[in-house]
T-cell receptor, first 115, second 114 residues
């Protein structure tokens, strides 16, 4: 499968615990996005990387959230001291930005449940 | 910032009928409008997109139209089939902007009855 992959697919944790998600983009895609999707809503932007540089963070991304993309390949999203309100689907998307155009392809998501 | 409104939130059609989903956007700088289909528990899949230099784009039974003056765009599905049942999301972004993040509508749940 040469698409975007995410791991784990499901995560159940207790409030206050830390969790980390991984995203592997399509090979050679230079942009990587993280979105959050809650039930009945469209995905909401969290942050994105161009190669290894994190270029933008949404106001939704509180100080408890941190993302990295070392070496411009895979990315991790960590949530510290999880809260029940963090329960959601976390989606990763990647794109190859050429000139001014790009098309984003999504991974299957990591569904997080905070008890 | 950009805001995307999508309607209807649910749509039920008979197999073989057409389905139309409409979206409006607020930022006149937006120039890229993709549509994603999401089946239950699965990833959003790009089904068609349009950039602002064209007014309409077709791909088999699916078409998208764009009216930049009115700031709205629509998805048209003809000859619907039960496998078209899913949640459809429209989105908008600015190609060539410093950010490429998509702003999504809230989705339309399409049910195609056999």
């Amino acid at each position: 499968d040469t698409g975007v992959s995410q791991d784990p697919r499901h995560k159940i944790t207790k409030r206050g615990q830390n969790v980390t998600f991984r995203c592997d983009p399509i090979s050679e895609h230079n942009r990587l996005y993280w979105y959050r999707q809650t039930l009945g809503q469209g995905p909401e932007f969290l942050t994105y990387f161009q190669n290894e540089a994190q270029l933008e963070k949404s106001r939704l991304l509180s100080d408890r959230f941190s993302a990295e993309r070392p070496k411009g390949s895979f990315s991790t999203l960590e949530i510290q001291r999880t809260e029940q309100g963090d329960s959601a689907m976390y989606l990763c998307a990647s794109s190859l930005r050429l000139g001014y155009q790009e098309t984003q392809y999504f991974g299957p998501g990591t569904r997080l449940l905070v008890l | 910032g950009e805001n995307v409104e999508q309607h209807p939130s649910t749509l039920s059609v008979q197999e073989g009928d057409s389905a139309v989903i409409k979206c409006t956007y607020s930022d006149s700088a937006s120039n890229y409008f993709p549509w994603y289909k999401q089946e239950l528990g699965k990833r959003p899949q790009l089904i068609i997109d349009i950039r602002s230099n064209v007014g309409e784009k077709k791909d088999q039974r699916i078409a998208v139209t764009l009216n930049k003056t009115a700031k709205h765009f629509s998805l048209h599905i003809t000859e619907t089939q039960p496998e078209d049942s899913a949640v459809y999301f429209c989105a908008a972004s600015i190609d060539g902007g410093s950010q490429g993040n998509l702003i999504f509508g809230k989705g339309t749940k399409l049910s195609v009855k056999p």
